[in-house]
């Protein structure tokens, strides 16, 4: 599955700015898809994911309340609004997608396989949020 964000840029802490996610190829029957990010020096962290299937969202904590994740089926494109930032979101935000969801969910949750490699993985987009 091929990935490619958008959207990230500059904002003033309690900014707001919005991802997206266009995905295509691939022949998964569900494309579970999520968003991670990493800041200079950090993790990997999944931060929000979305189920294909059911619709099923998950949050990690350090987000919930502020990011928004939601997804457009017919064009297979995920978003990420993310209001009211602050100077700890900052980072590298990715794209992933799946054909499997406990993997990705986990990960979001915080008790997934860090080493797991995901169907598809986008190039990421810098978001920097200035105070």
């Known amino acids: 599955v091929q990935l490619a964000e958008s959207g990230g840029g500059l904002v003033q802490a309690g900014g707001s700015l919005r991802l997206s996610c266009a995905a295509s190829?691939?022949?998964?029957?569900?494309?579970?898809m999520g968003w991670f990010r990493q800041a200079p020096g950090g993790v990997r962290e999944g931060i929000a994911c979305?189920?294909?299937?059911?619709?099923?969202?998950a949050y990690a904590e350090s987000v919930q309340g502020r990011f928004t994740i939601s997804k457009d089926n017919g064009a297979k494109r995920v978003y990420l609004q993310m209001d009211n930032l602050q100077p700890e979101d900052p980072g590298v935000y990715y794209c992933?997608?799946?054909?499997?969801?406990?993997?990705?969910?986990?990960?979001?949750?915080?008790?997934?396989?860090?080493?797991?490699?995901?169907?598809?993985w986008g190039q990421g987009t810098q978001v920097t949020v200035s105070s």
């Open positions: 992933a997608a799946d054909g499997a969801w406990g993997p990705l969910v986990d990960l979001v949750l915080g008790v997934g396989n860090t080493n797991y490699r995901f169907d598809g």
């Open positions: 979305i189920n294909d299937e059911d619709g099923r969202i």
């Open positions: 190829g691939g022949d998964l029957i569900y494309v579970h």
